[in-house]
């Protein structure tokens, strides 16, 4: 696939000892990329406002039960406490409260500040309703007006969670600057300010002597052991997440290598329990170098903050192994590493090291030994999903989960066997154990990332959008070297439309094909095979830049343009999720994507016209049958600027979807009027 950086060769570890049958890599530096350092002589941009023209909320100290760092998650390290913001000022920003001013230079700015008293740093969470493709939006330190991240539409709505966290900020305040072209219209912003993590014990990447060694005493800096692995202590940060209720946590995560020596894509690997939503997963902000210099030195000048979150790729949930793969969605900075990883069976009696951050506290090694596999919190048995392992230097503590375990200790550049995910393990009790997931048990459902092959990997399967570009997508299906799918967007008219396409692999990453455009038996008419035609509409061009992003190349007629499109539900959907079909009814079929009690899906079929259209709904199971509203949209006609204004929808009829088997279920259409039932299988490419 396309990569951010390339290199030439694999740097790895000799095989030697070790068994071929299992997959392995070793770790691989990530190649230079423009140190920060070099823009520290470039202008810190600011913000230059009035705070009296500010849309400002202030929410009150916490106090009593509401200010300790306690939250319903048991096993995750604790930093910052949730906090809606009143629906007063939703109500408030809903009635046109935001600050709206006109710029010298004809842009459109509006600023809105957020305190939460007594918090020592804080995070802000923005409901993203609408916002235009030509919005941006900085966070900035209302004190100084220090920008500390710069977002345009594309970046703000990626993650298709419905929301955004900004940066972790020193201080009590946050500002948000939103700014438009003098040719946007205000009015199509819609978003609101719906929660605030407050920290009530400072910024976990800002600690000074006082705070280090919050750790228990017995554990041990990387920086004074000589176990500690120089060729993989660069691939382990600390990170913060934020729940859905605004609790933000604290865990360890390791990047890791791929089989691809062409490739330094930044997987990283933690603990489903830390990151297991796409939610959480978008709102990560990473900590690296965070440990000192020297042994016994001053505190870390050298900690780097990522900004950007993740995109959730694959989780083994706490019932297996607690696995979660995940793809940075910005490069890590110079200096880091790629981890090596093993799927290796661990040998009981192996010695064994793991590199953490416990209580959020400077990166540490632990020395130990695997006694054997064994079930989560239980006795070793030989079969379960987990690494009993008990320590023989230092410890583990809350803020370590998610750290990797690694071996053979003493080696330069050790592998990775296992993730942590809880234990009894503690300076004071220090004969207790912990359970690190077994990497060779979570190994199968993220191969296709970590060791990848000709094949086009089935992450690319699924439904893609330009965040930009609401109300069409595009749905695609891998299968070996070849994709196809379904382009759903408008014509040159504004009225709905689809193309189909399927083309083979070309390189590593390109796939070149021709649009088609099928038209058949209309609606409410009998099945006729023989009236279903298709013609070429164009041609498609997809660049397969990683699991989260594919640049697609169009021309449709004498009209050309390009996307961006990211996946349109990130993580993993439930069973029924995928393309469903009547092998007898060519041309048309049905999109799915099952999450929990809901499905959502796209109807492509042939209208009163037999021309080829699409429907989309939202349907909510009733026992085993999901029912919902059919709407069809119009949108700026094909080849004119997309405009979201544009975008209309309207009911055309309803749905019932009941899943029969496995691999068969029973869709009933009413649209416009006609009616048709039939039973669909799982599509797969001719």
Same mark, same amino acid.
């Given at each position: 696939?396309?990569?951010?950086?390339?290199?030439?060769?694999?740097?790895?570890?000799?095989?030697?000892?070790?068994?071929?049958?299992?997959?392995?890599?070793?770790?691989?530096?990530?190649?230079?990329?423009?140190?920060?350092?070099? %823009?520290?002589?470039?202008?810190?941009?600011?913000?230059?406002?009035?705070?009296?023209?500010?849309?400002?909320?202030?929410?009150?100290?916490?106090?009593?039960?509401?200010?300790?760092?306690?939250?319903?998650?048991? %096993?995750?390290?604790?930093?910052?406490?949730?906090?809606?913001?009143?629906?007063?000022?939703? %109500?408030?920003?809903?009635?046109?409260?935001?600050?709206?001013?006109?710029?010298?230079?004809?842009?459109?700015?509006?600023?809105?500040? #957020?305190?939460?008293?007594?918090?020592?740093?804080?995070?802000?969470?923005?409901?993203?309703?609408?916002?235009?493709?030509?919005?941006?939006?900085?966070?900035?330190?209302?004190?100084?007006?220090?920008? &500390?991240?710069?977002?345009?539409?594309?970046?703000?709505?990626?993650?298709?969670?419905?929301?955004?966290?900004?940066?972790?900020?020193?201080?009590?305040?946050?500002?948000?600057?939103?700014?438009?072209?003098?040719?946007?219209?205000?009015?199509?912003?819609?978003?609101?300010?719906?929660?605030?993590?407050?920290?009530?014990?400072?910024?976990?990447?800002?600690?000074?002597?006082?705070?280090? *060694?919050?750790?228990?005493?017995?554990?041990?800096?990387?920086?004074?052991?000589?176990?500690?692995?120089?060729? #993989?202590?660069?691939?382990?940060? %600390?990170?913060?997440?934020?729940?859905?209720?605004?609790?933000?946590?604290?865990?360890?995560?390791?990047?890791?290598?791929?089989?691809?020596?062409?490739?330094?894509?930044?997987?990283?690997?933690?603990?489903?329990?830390?990151?297991?939503?796409?939610?959480?997963?978008?709102?990560?902000?990473?900590?690296?170098?965070?440990?000192?210099?020297?042994?016994? *030195?001053?505190?870390?000048?050298?900690?780097?903050?990522?900004?950007?979150?993740?995109?959730?790729?694959?989780?083994?949930?706490?019932?297996?192994?607690?696995?979660?793969?995940?793809?940075?969605?910005?490069?890590?900075?110079?200096?880091?590493? &790629?981890?090596?990883?093993?799927?290796?069976?661990?040998?009981?009696?192996?010695?064994?090291?793991?590199?953490?951050?416990?209580?959020?506290?400077?990166?540490?090694?632990?020395?130990?030994?695997?006694?054997?596999?064994?079930?989560?919190?239980?006795?070793?048995?030989?079969?379960?999903?987990?690494?009993?392992?008990?320590?023989?230097? *230092?410890?583990?503590?809350?803020?370590?989960?998610?750290?990797?375990?690694?071996?053979?200790?003493?080696?330069?550049?050790? #592998?990775?066997?296992?993730? &942590?995910?809880?234990?009894?393990?503690?300076?004071?009790?220090?004969?207790?154990?912990?359970?690190?997931?077994?990497?060779?048990?979570?190994?199968?459902?993220?191969?296709?990332?970590?060791?990848?092959?000709?094949?086009?990997?089935?992450?690319?399967?699924?439904?893609?959008?330009?965040? #930009?570009?609401?109300?069409? *997508?595009?749905?695609?299906?891998?299968?070996?070297?070849?994709?196809?799918?379904?382009?759903?967007?408008?014509?040159?008219?504004?009225?709905?439309?689809?193309?189909?396409?399927?083309?083979?692999?070309?390189?590593?990453?390109?796939?070149?094909?021709?649009?088609?455009?099928?038209?058949?038996?209309?609606?409410?008419?009998?099945?006729?095979?023989?009236?279903?035609?298709?013609?070429?509409?164009?041609?498609?061009?997809?660049?397969?830049?990683?699991?989260?992003?594919?640049?697609?190349?169009?021309?449709?007629?004498?009209?050309?343009?390009?996307?961006?499109?990211?996946?349109?539900?990130?993580?993993?959907?439930?069973?029924?999720?995928?393309?469903?079909?009547?092998?007898?009814?060519?041309?048309?079929?049905?999109?799915?994507?099952?999450?929990?009690?809901?499905?959502?899906?796209?109807?492509?079929?042939?209208?009163?016209?037999?021309?080829?259209?699409?429907?989309?709904?939202?349907?909510?199971?009733?026992?085993?049958?999901?029912?919902?509203?059919?709407?069809?949209?119009?949108?700026?006609?094909?080849?004119?600027?997309?405009?979201?204004?544009?975008?209309?929808?309207?009911?055309?009829?309803?749905?019932?979807?009941?899943?029969?088997?496995?691999?068969?279920?029973?869709?009933?259409?009413?649209?416009?009027?006609?009616?048709?039932?039939?039973?669909?299988?799982?599509?797969?490419?001719?």
């Amino acid at each position: 696939m396309a990569r951010w950086l390339t290199v030439g060769c694999l740097l790895g570890l000799p095989m030697i000892g070790w068994s071929t049958d299992y997959p392995r890599v070793g770790s691989e530096p990530l190649l230079t990329i423009p140190d920060p350092a070099h %823009k520290a002589a470039l202008p810190v941009p600011r913000v230059a406002f009035d705070p009296a023209t500010a849309f400002a909320i202030r929410l009150p100290p916490l106090a009593g039960e509401a200010a300790a760092l306690v939250s319903a998650d048991i %096993k995750r390290f604790t930093v910052g406490i949730g906090r809606e913001i009143p629906a007063v000022h939703h %109500k408030a920003l809903g009635d046109g409260g935001l600050p709206w001013r006109s710029l010298a230079d004809g842009r459109h700015s509006a600023i809105l500040t #957020v305190t939460s008293a007594g918090a020592r740093a804080l995070r802000l969470a923005i409901s993203l309703h609408v916002l235009p493709a030509e919005a941006r939006l900085r966070f900035f330190l209302p004190a100084s007006g220090e920008v &500390l991240q710069t977002l345009d539409a594309r970046e703000a709505l990626a993650p298709n969670t419905g929301q955004l966290w900004s940066p972790v900020v020193e201080g009590d305040s946050i500002g948000l600057e939103i700014s438009l072209p003098a040719h946007v219209d205000p009015a199509r912003v819609v978003l609101e300010p719906s929660a605030v993590s407050h920290f009530p014990e400072g910024h976990p990447a800002r600690k000074d002597l006082s705070d280090i *060694g919050n750790a228990g005493a017995c554990n041990v800096d990387v920086v004074c052991s000589d176990a500690t692995p120089a060729a #993989v202590v660069e691939s382990v940060a %600390k990170y913060v997440l934020t729940g859905l209720d605004g609790f933000s946590y604290l865990c360890t995560g390791t990047l890791l290598n791929d089989t691809d020596p062409a490739s330094q894509l930044p997987y990283f690997l933690t603990a489903a329990h830390c990151v297991g939503n796409p939610t959480e997963a978008a709102s990560m902000e990473l900590y690296w170098f965070f440990q000192r210099e020297r042994c016994g *030195g001053p505190p870390p000048t050298s900690v780097l903050t990522q900004y950007g979150g993740a995109s959730l790729l694959a989780s083994d949930p706490e019932e297996n192994s607690d696995h979660s793969l995940l793809l940075l969605n910005q490069p890590p900075p110079a200096g880091t590493t &790629l981890s090596g990883w093993s799927t290796e069976p661990v040998i009981p009696g192996t010695p064994v090291l793991t590199l953490h951050h416990p209580a959020a506290d400077l990166k540490k090694i632990s020395l130990g030994v695997v006694e054997g596999a064994a079930p989560f919190i239980g006795p070793v048995d030989g079969q379960g999903d987990y690494l009993l392992t008990r320590w023989n230097l *230092g410890t583990t503590e809350g803020g370590s989960s998610g750290a990797g375990l690694f071996l053979p200790v003493g080696a330069a550049d050790p #592998v990775l066997v296992g993730v &942590l995910s809880g234990g009894f393990a503690a300076c004071f009790v220090p004969d207790e154990p912990d359970w690190y997931g077994r990497f060779d048990r979570a190994f199968p459902i993220m191969q296709p990332y970590l060791q990848p092959d000709v094949a086009i990997s089935p992450a690319f399967t699924g439904l893609w959008w330009d965040p #930009v570009r609401g109300g069409q *997508g595009v749905q695609l299906v891998a299968e070996g070297n070849r994709l196809g799918g379904v382009w759903y967007l408008y014509d040159e008219t504004g009225a709905g439309q689809w193309l189909t396409f399927s083309g083979t692999l070309t390189g590593t990453d390109t796939v070149s094909t021709a649009l088609l455009r099928f038209s058949g038996p209309p609606l409410g008419t009998p099945w006729d095979d023989s009236a279903v035609e298709n013609r070429v509409a164009g041609e498609l061009t997809l660049i397969l830049v990683d699991p989260t992003e594919i640049t697609m190349r169009y021309r449709v007629g004498n009209v050309t343009g390009e996307l961006t499109l990211s996946p349109f539900r990130a993580g993993a959907m439930g069973a029924l999720s995928g393309v469903w079909y009547n092998p007898q009814q060519s041309g048309r079929g049905l999109q799915l994507l099952a999450q929990q009690d809901r499905l959502e899906g796209v109807w492509y079929y042939y209208d009163r016209n037999g021309v080829g259209n699409w429907v989309t709904f939202q349907a909510n199971f009733d026992d085993s049958v999901a029912s919902g509203e059919l709407w069809q949209f119009a949108g700026p006609p094909l080849g004119t600027p997309y405009r979201e204004d544009l975008v209309q929808y309207t009911p055309v009829g309803t749905v019932t979807v009941e899943p029969l088997a496995p691999d068969q279920l029973s869709l009933n259409v009413r649209i416009d009027g006609a009616q048709e039932s039939l039973l669909l299988v799982p599509f797969s490419l001719p």
